[in-house]
T-cell receptor, first 112, second 114 residues
Framework: GNSVTQMEGPVTLSEEAFLTINCTYTATGYPSLFWYVQYPGEGLQLLLKATKADDKGSNKGFEATYRKETTSFHLEKGSVQVSDSAVYFC???????????FGKGTMLLVSP | DAGVTQSPTHLIKTRGQQVTLRCSPKSGHDTVSWYQQALGQGPQFIFQYYEEEERQRGNFPDRFSGHQFPNYSSELNVNALLLGDSALYLCASSHRSRGNQPQHFGDGTRLSIL
């Protein structure tokens, strides 16, 4: 079956620090990969996606590259801001139904 | 352009009761999926509706049922509520014929069971 494993949080950083959140997956076929972000009290927002190997998704300074050889999709940002504090979820979809399998989420806390 | 809307925002029930949660998909979307997010966990897929039928189901008991209406809106029903059903219930919508497109999520309904 499908599964997603994320690094456990919380990840605590100072403003302008470099961010990496690790994500690895297990799936059959060629899944699409996603990062979603959840701010306190809100639903999930799509942050970025990649649909095939070596694709790089990017948005709002965040990036992630689809690495099929290592089954990974690590999230990176060069300089985090306090406003980036949230929970980040890695997810995959490999069915025509677009249903998602999520990791457990990684909380990011950025201090001024 | 309205996004995915869910109601109510919060709900408190007691064990054994029944609950109905509602969802209106994003404009232009015809497929609705429901997820359960327990505290501190990632969302878990419950089921998906398309053309008013349940198309795919996750590992949830029959106490969880749903419905989709001709206008694509959807309801999630949970019978015989248990304490463990306390969670954030998320609705997500997408367009079936556009392939593996990202799902768009609502802000969820927070269900608390006493």
């Amino acid at each position: 079956g499908n599964s997603v494993t994320q690094m456990e949080g919380p990840v605590t950083l100072s403003e302008e620090a470099f961010l990496t959140i690790n994500c690895t997956y297990t799936a059959t076929g060629y899944p699409s990969l996603f990062w979603y972000v959840q701010y306190p009290g809100e639903g999930l927002q799509l942050l970025l996606k990649a649909t095939k190997a070596d694709d790089k998704g990017s948005n709002k300074g965040f990036e992630a590259t689809y690495r099929k050889e290592t089954t990974s999709f690590h999230l990176e940002k060069g300089s985090v801001q306090v406003s980036d504090s949230a929970v980040y979820f890695c997810a995959l979809s490999n069915s025509g139904y677009s249903t998602l399998t999520f990791g457990k989420g990684t909380m990011l806390l950025v201090s001024p | 352009d309205a996004g995915v809307t869910q109601s109510p925002t919060h709900l408190i029930k007691t064990r054994g009761q029944q609950v109905t949660l509602r969802c209106s998909p994003k404009s232009g979307h015809d497929t609705v999926s429901w997820y359960q997010q327990a505290l501190g966990q990632g969302p878990q897929f419950i089921f998906q509706y398309y053309e008013e039928e349940e198309r795919q189901r996750g590992n949830f008991p029959d106490r969880f049922s749903g419905h989709q209406f001709p206008n694509y809106s959807s309801e999630l029903n949970v019978n015989a509520l248990l304490l463990g059903d306390s969670a954030l219930y998320l609705c997500a919508s997408s367009h079936r014929s556009r392939g593996n497109q990202p799902q768009h999520f609502g802000d969820g309904t927070r269900l608390s069971i006493l």
